[in-house]
Every structure is written in C-alpha cells, then in structure tokens.
C-alpha cells in the first residue's frame, strides 16, 4: 500500500521543525519557538489530519476536534510548559506529539468538516486570544518564562499581536472583497413597482 505524499510531507515538516539543526535554533529564543516551531509542528499535523478527512463527511465531529486543538494549543502556551519542555526530554516528547496529534491532526480534521461559521468563531476566538495573551507579554514587568529573556517575551508579545491582526485581516478581507463583487453585479431580478 503506498504512503499518501501529503501524509509524509506533514510529518516531513515536523521532523524538519524538531530535529537538529532547525529544532535547537528555533528554541533557542522565544518568538522563533512559540511564532515558529508550534505552527510548522501544528502545520504538519493539520495536513495529515486534512488528508484524513477529505474522504469522510462527520460534519458533528467539527467542534470537537476544534476544541481538543484549541485547549493543546493553550496548554503548551503555558510557561511553566515551555519551560518544561526544554528541561526535560520526555516532556518534549509530548510536547510534539501532542501538537502533532491533538492540535494539528485535529485542526485539520476539524477544519475540513467544520461550516463556514464554526470556522469564523475559531479564527475571531483565536484572534481575541492572541491579542490578550500578546498585550500581557508586553506589559508584564517580569518574565513568565525562566528559560527566556524579558526581551524574548515583549517579542513574542508584538508577535502574537501581529498575528491577530493577521488573522482579523484574513477574516475581513474575504467578507468584504466578496460584499463589493456583489455590490458591483446585482442580480437579474424584475424591478417591482414601487408602491
């Protein structure tokens, strides 16, 4: 039985993203291992998980494996976690399997059986998450991770603003570029008389 390509790319970019020499660098400060490590590791996952679900319809199973993606997510942006994971081997371990299986491959399970607003609440949530969890970074007086610098973390801080941004402006965009090709072309409709 041959191996699916999009299967082995998924879990081609974790094992880039993880192992030597791209892995130390990325942990190596805060941004790159929050804002670059966690989204490839999730990024392989989610294609996986995608692939898996392009032939089955389980349109109930949506939120579910959004919800176990997001509470993953937010475990593993706990500092005492990040911390952890650099400490100890088997908590890294976990640590990328975990974003791999139970955020990733359930993003992307999720995200395909999802509706088109149960996807909008997902990236508004996570816009509204990262902006809060950004500002606390920045105006923190003291650093949460003791594996960092208090400078790593206000970076990491306008990063997750950043990406917010990013993610509203994903949002937004589509909305309303869509809203003005209706403006632009109305439909063939009979005028009604006006009464």
């Given at each position: 039985m041959r191996t699916d390509a999009i299967v082995l790319a998924g879990a081609a970019l974790v094992a880039l993203v993880v192992l030597p020499p791209l892995g130390p660098l990325l942990e190596s400060r805060l941004p790159?291992?929050?804002?670059?490590?966690?989204?490839f590791i999730v990024a392989g996952g989610a294609?996986?998980?995608?692939?898996?679900a392009r032939d089955r319809t389980a349109p109930w199973s949506g939120a579910p494996a959004l919800l176990a993606a997001v509470l993953t997510?937010?475990?593993?942006?706990?500092?005492?976690?990040?911390?952890?994971?650099?400490?100890?081997?088997?908590?890294?371990?976990?640590?990328?399997?975990s974003l791999a299986c139970l955020a990733g491959l359930a993003l992307g399970w999720g995200w395909t059986q999802a509706g088109a607003v149960l996807r909008g609440f997902l990236v508004a949530n996570t816009a509204a998450m990262l902006a809060v969890m950004g500002w606390l970074m920045i105006m923190a007086p003291s650093r949460f991770c003791n594996?960092?610098?208090?400078?790593?973390q206000r970076l990491l801080g306008q990063g997750l603003v950043i990406a917010a941004g990013a993610l509203v402006a994903a949002l937004l965009v589509p909305a309303?570029?869509?809203?003005?090709?209706?403006?632009?072309?109305?439909?063939?409709?009979?005028?009604?008389?006006?009464e």
């Amino acid at each position: 039985m041959r191996t699916d390509a999009i299967v082995l790319a998924g879990a081609a970019l974790v094992a880039l993203v993880v192992l030597p020499p791209l892995g130390p660098l990325l942990e190596s400060r805060l941004p790159s291992h929050i804002l670059g490590q966690y989204p490839f590791i999730v990024a392989g996952g989610a294609l996986i998980g995608a692939r898996i679900a392009r032939d089955r319809t389980a349109p109930w199973s949506g939120a579910p494996a959004l919800l176990a993606a997001v509470l993953t997510l937010a475990f593993w942006l706990l500092p005492r976690w990040i911390d952890a994971s650099l400490a100890d081997p088997a908590t890294y371990a976990t640590k990328v399997a975990s974003l791999a299986c139970l955020a990733g491959l359930a993003l992307g399970w999720g995200w395909t059986q999802a509706g088109a607003v149960l996807r909008g609440f997902l990236v508004a949530n996570t816009a509204a998450m990262l902006a809060v969890m950004g500002w606390l970074m920045i105006m923190a007086p003291s650093r949460f991770c003791n594996a960092y610098l208090l400078l790593d973390q206000r970076l990491l801080g306008q990063g997750l603003v950043i990406a917010a941004g990013a993610l509203v402006a994903a949002l937004l965009v589509p909305a309303l570029i869509g809203r003005a090709c209706h403006a632009e072309s109305p439909p063939d409709r009979a005028r009604q008389p006006a009464e």
